[in-house]
Nanobody, 123 residues
């Protein structure tokens, strides 16, 4: 099995910064696309940023120029640097990863989610 564990959330004032981390562990052969999503109360989960294994990135229009996704493949970790935070960025942030893993039946591909980390931006 594979587990994703996020960290780095918290309470910050508007204009401040936070850095989220997500570490993948388990029987991993390779990590494919990795990304961050967020969900506010009463709203659907939405894409924030994604990164392919080759380093190509994609951002939601609402975070372009403020958030940066990066990854350290050697550490099975993806980061989200969030600057110039706004109250509307308040949400639970979830890590997502496409994983090629290993089990006794052989390699397999699956998609995993972390448990989420709360980010609260006060005005």
């Amino acid at each position: 099995q594979v587990e994703l564990v996020e960290s780095g959330g918290g309470l910050v004032q508007a204009g401040g910064s936070l850095r989220l981390s997500c570490v993948a562990s388990g029987n991993i052969i390779s990590l494919n696309a990795m990304g961050w999503y967020r969900q506010s109360p009463g709203k659907q989960r939405e894409l924030v940023a994604t990164s392919t294994s080759g380093g190509s990135t994609k951002y939601a229009d609402s975070v372009k120029g403020r958030f940066t996704i990066s990854r350290d493949n050697a550490k099975n970790t993806v980061y989200l640097q969030m600057n110039s935070l706004r109250p509307e960025d308040t949400a639970v942030y979830f890590c997502n990863a496409g994983v090629t893993g290993w089990r006794y039946t052989g390699p397999y591909d699956a998609n995993y989610w972390g448990q989420g980390t709360q980010v609260t931006v006060s005005s």
